[in-house]
């Protein structure tokens, strides 16, 4: 972390922000935090009020209630200062820009917006496309669109930035190109909210993930918190014993057989083991695994919510 | 907006490259500025009886006024609706860029092909039409037809913020085309049955294009401001109206 950067500094925050569209609520009551040099990644399946949630931030709609603070200043409605626009960024999914016009161009419209921020050729670099600079919008493959539009969301060196779901469409290394400029920005001060699908994505990056449903944060922590927070371990082997029986052993909540092997759940996996090593001794193949997000997220997200979160007694019902 | 730190430099760029863009849109180009000079031609100064060029000058007037009120509401209507649709729009609003600055650029470009098709039907008119003008009528023409793309820009920047960008064109082009016809831009107003004549009334183009006549002395004869007073009302109008949806919309997307 760069030592100049201030990290008790709090650039966005939210407090019981509510907002329903025709009585149905979609925000009900969220409370957030971003401080500097901090990335957050917020996670929710679709419906869950994500774009909701950064459209209000935004201001391209107003909440119905709660506060939202922007760089320290408490927002009115969906009006946004024209001083407060100049220090955030800002990357949604677009369908197009104007397609005739360059990068080069696109990145000389964009940079003349800010008093302070890059230079229509530091854009092209930050897009890394200097070698297309002069190829039309229109031309670019969905990669190169969307490394273009997070160049464009730098423009004004901002403070707070927005990044709806950056990587998509891109390939393998151009993601992880872009992971590392936003790793790069995190350690220069930048508070960065980002919503994404890509699970490994959000542990890649995000200081601290939330997973929003149903217009609320169920959960919230770092990557390995969120992990812990799914009380149970992931057993795979080969096993002469009869599912009953597996079922039987301590610990094993779900069980799931495949062609080459079965799989349990099990909220005390040392426990499992043992007694599966004892009961028997032909076992090949033995994997004891953590939850991937993936799953954990999958989890978090089913059922209404209320429940506790990961819960054992909702894996045994299903 | 002018909170004096949004330079004149965003102006001229928004306003440029929005040139640039349209420009390098041949589908737009090409109708834009073909389609009234080829009529004007035809129907101006091939079917005029020769030596006169009184028909021509009357037509130069009509065809001068078809031709600046496509691209003012093209360029709104197609390119608002499609900014809005593909979320560019959305991105230029969470700038710092000033939405007037936006608007500005547009009716920049309707002002640049509103003076292209000028020149090009002027120059028609007077090397192939026999029309000819005092000094004082080309450039009161000439100045009456850039300031009467007010109220098509208008129209075209209602169309954009309510049409869906599919729609936009379509819906222009119903509009334009029978507008033209029933405010006797293709044919003089007088040759039109009595029930148009009197629904010319309700078209800018209709008033547009008498003013443009009565410089010519070739009008219908109402007063000058009545025409001018109507053209002031719809635009205001159009103002207010464009007003309210553009905060509509900015609402509820």
Not at chain 1, 185 to 192: F, K, N, P, R
Not at chain 1, 294 to 301: H, K, P, S
Request: charged share 10%.
């Amino acid at each position: 972390m760069n030592p100049d950067v201030n990290t008790d500094q709090t650039l966005l925050q939210l407090t019981q922000l509510h907002k329903s569209f025709a009585g149905k609520p979609v925000l009900s009551g969220v409370d957030l935090r971003a401080k500097a040099g901090e990335v957050l990644c917020i996670l929710g399946p679709n419906g869950a009020g994500k774009t909701t949630l950064i459209s209000a931030i935004l201001g391209l709609i107003a909440a119905d209630s709660g506060d939202i603070y922007l760089l320290g200043q408490l927002q009115q409605g969906a009006s946004r200062s024209v001083a407060l626009r100049q220090q955030l960024g800002v990357m949604l999914q677009i369908g197009s820009l104007p397609a005739t016009l360059t990068v080069a161009e696109h990145c000389d419209l964009f940079a003349s917006y800010y008093l302070a921020g890059y230079s229509a050729t530091e854009l092209v670099t930050l897009a890394g496309l200097e070698a297309h600079a002069k190829q039309r919008f229109g031309r670019l493959s969905g990669g190169q669109k969307q490394r273009l539009l997070f160049a464009l969301a730098l423009a004004g060196k901002p403070r707070l930035l927005f990044l709806d779901e950056p990587t998509l469409g891109m390939d393998v290394e151009a993601r992880r190109g872009l992971w590392q400029q936003i790793r790069q920005l995190q350690q220069q001060g930048v508070s960065i909210v980002l919503t994404t699908h890509y699970l490994e994505e959000a542990e890649q990056l995000a200081n601290r993930i939330m997973v929003l449903h149903q217009g609320k944060f169920i959960a919230s922590g770092s990557p390995s918190e969120l992990k812990a927070l799914t009380q149970y371990k992931v057993i795979t082997c080969c096993s002469a014993l009869t599912d009953a029986a597996l079922l039987a052993l301590p610990g094993v909540l779900q069980l799931n057989r495949q062609p080459q092997g079965v799989t349990l759940h099990s909220s005390h996996a040392e426990q499992t083991v043992l007694a599966l090593l004892t009961a028997d001794n032909t076992v090949s193949q033995l994997e004891v695994s953590q939850v991937a997000l993936e799953q954990a997220f999958l989890q978090l997200t089913r059922g209404d919510g209320t429940e506790a979160v990961g819960s054992e007694k909702e894996e045994q019902a299903a | 907006m002018t909170s004096g730190m949004t330079s004149l430099a965003i102006y001229q760029k928004e306003a440029w490259y929005d040139l640039v863009s349209v420009w390098r849109t041949p589908g737009f180009v090409l109708p834009a500025l073909a389609f009234p000079l080829v009529f004007y031609l035809f129907f101006g100064v091939l079917f005029s009886p020769s030596g006169s060029g009184s028909q021509a000058a009357y037509m130069l007037v009509t065809y001068s006024c078809f031709g600046i009120m496509g691209p003012a509401m093209f360029n709104f209507a197609m390119s608002i609706a499609s900014d809005r649709a593909q979320g560019w729009l959305t991105l230029k609003r969470l700038s710092p860029m000033p939405v007037s600055a936006y608007l500005l650029a547009k009716m920049a470009t309707s002002l640049v092909f509103a003076l292209l098709i000028i020149l090009l039907l002027f120059s028609a008119a007077a090397l192939f039409g026999e029309v000819r003008l005092y000094q004082h009528q080309w450039l009161g023409l000439a100045l009456l037809m850039l300031l009467g793309t007010v109220p098509f820009a208008l129209i075209g920047l209602l169309l954009g913020l309510t049409l869906s960008d599919k729609a936009a064109p379509g819906v222009v082009n119903l509009l334009y085309l029978p507008m033209a016809f029933l405010s006797g831009l293709w044919l003089p107003v007088t040759m039109l049955p009595h029930l148009m004549q009197q629904l010319a009334w309700l078209w800018p183009s209709y008033h547009l294009s008498q003013l443009g006549l009565k410089l010519l002395a070739m009008d219908q004869g109402h007063a000058a401001l009545l025409h001018l007073a109507l053209l002031l009302v719809t635009s205001a109008g159009l103002t207010l109206l464009c007003l309210l949806v553009f905060r509509r919309v900015i609402g509820a997307k």
